[in-house]
């Protein structure tokens, strides 16, 4: 089965612009969780989403949105960038079924996005 | 505030012996407990998870605690390899009434094994 992917896997953008991440969880994992990994702070629950709804959220600013489609895939996206948004974004898939969910977390390999 | 600690940023142990890793909460009441290992430049990589319920949990060399009187789980890597060199990460989780839920992790701990 193959893993968690993210694209892009770098990124460098400019102070202000905006920026979109991608992630496609493991095949049947239907929740999906971004974070936020930086040396200072480690890593920090940004939201996670199921079934194309946002189940919850953690305290980042409203810049920071996702959104889930259909097949589970999952976008986030990072407006008005700033200097300390730079850092390594992960996105981590777990398998929800009906009635039970599993709390591991399968994490794909982030996006190192550096903003200058 | 809830607070994770990890309890120490780095360990450096000889290659074959026990590697033992704390991790301790404040102001939380998890429901589960996991450990992760992250390498340079790579995501976090699920090892274990213990219930609230559950004193220990074993998985070949590795072995984690749960103890929910003293809030703090142990983590321990038996007969240790230079291969186990990483981070380390606790991790908490408690689902709500509501079924919302949020992923607490540790800073984590810089584990190296000497050859």
């Known amino acids: 089965k193959a893993g968690v992917t993210q694209t892009p896997r770098y990124l460098i953008k400019t102070r202000g612009q905006q920026v979109t991440l991608s992630c496609s969880p493991i095949s049947g994992h239907r929740s999906v969780s971004w974070y936020q990994q930086t040396p200072g702070q480690g890593l920090q629950f940004l939201f996670e989403y199921f079934s194309e709804t946002q189940r919850n959220k953690g305290n980042f600013p409203g810049r920071f949105s996702g959104r889930q489609f259909s097949n589970s895939r999952s976008e986030m996206n990072v407006s008005t960038l700033e200097l300390g948004d730079s850092a390594l974004y992960l996105c981590?898939?777990?398998?929800?079924?009906?009635?039970?969910?599993?709390?591991?977390?399968?994490f794909g390999p982030g996006t190192r996005l550096t903003v200058t | 505030s809830q607070k994770i600690e990890q309890n120490s940023e780095a360990l450096n142990i000889q290659e074959g012996k026990t590697a033992t890793l704390t991790c301790n909460y404040t102001n939380y009441s998890p429901a589960y407990l996991q450990w992760y290992r992250q390498d340079p430049g790579r995501g976090p990589v699920f090892l274990l998870l213990?219930?609230?319920?559950?004193k220990e949990k074993r998985k070949e060399r590795l072995k984690v605690t749960f103890d929910t009187t003293l809030k703090q789980s142990l983590f321990h890597i038996t007969a240790s390899q230079p291969a186990d060199s990483a981070t380390y990460l606790c991790?908490?989780?408690?689902?709500?009434?509501?079924?919302?839920?949020?992923?607490?992790f540790g800073t984590g701990t810089r584990l190296k094994v000497l050859a």
């Open positions: 213990i219930r609230e319920n559950e």
């Open positions: 991790a908490l989780t408690s689902p709500s009434t509501s079924g919302t839920y949020k992923y607490i």
């Open positions: 981590a898939s777990s398998l929800v079924l009906t009635g039970a969910r599993s709390y591991e977390q399968y």
